[in-house]
């Protein structure tokens, strides 16, 4: 599960049922730039997923890697096509720079 939380208030605005995360998982969520999703990891795949803020629902899912992903970051820059970008690394010992569109059909490796 991943929680979005007000931090001041230690107050729960969302959960996102779905997210696998055993005792030795290291779980990964970043903010999409558009504000209007997450994306995080999940403890048995290569898989990224985009979580719909609004619906609390996976939206996409993204077979990333061969193995499990480590991190993943949303950066302020943009990609050489303009597109806001996704980096991910993985087990599988491999750093991948992704356009960040919101489909499964666009969503292209540089």
């Known amino acids: 599960m991943v929680v979005y939380m007000q931090i001041k208030q230690n107050v729960p605005l969302r959960s996102f049922y779905g997210h696998k995360a055993g005792p030795y998982s290291q779980p990964r969520a970043a ?8 994306i995080s990891n999940n403890e ?35 990609s050489p096509s303009g597109a806001p970008m996704l980096i991910t690394v993985s087990y599988d010992k491999r750093l991948k720079v992704w356009d960040l569109p919101l489909t499964k059909a666009s969503f292209e490796q540089l």
């Open 31 to 38: 903010w999409h730039p558009s504000e209007k999703y997450v």
């Open 44 to 78: 048995d795949s290569g898989a990224v997923y985009l979580w719909s803020i609004a619906s609390e629902r996976i939206v996409e899912t993204f077979d990333a890697h061969e193995a499990l992903v480590r991190d993943l970051v949303c950066p302020s820059t943009v």
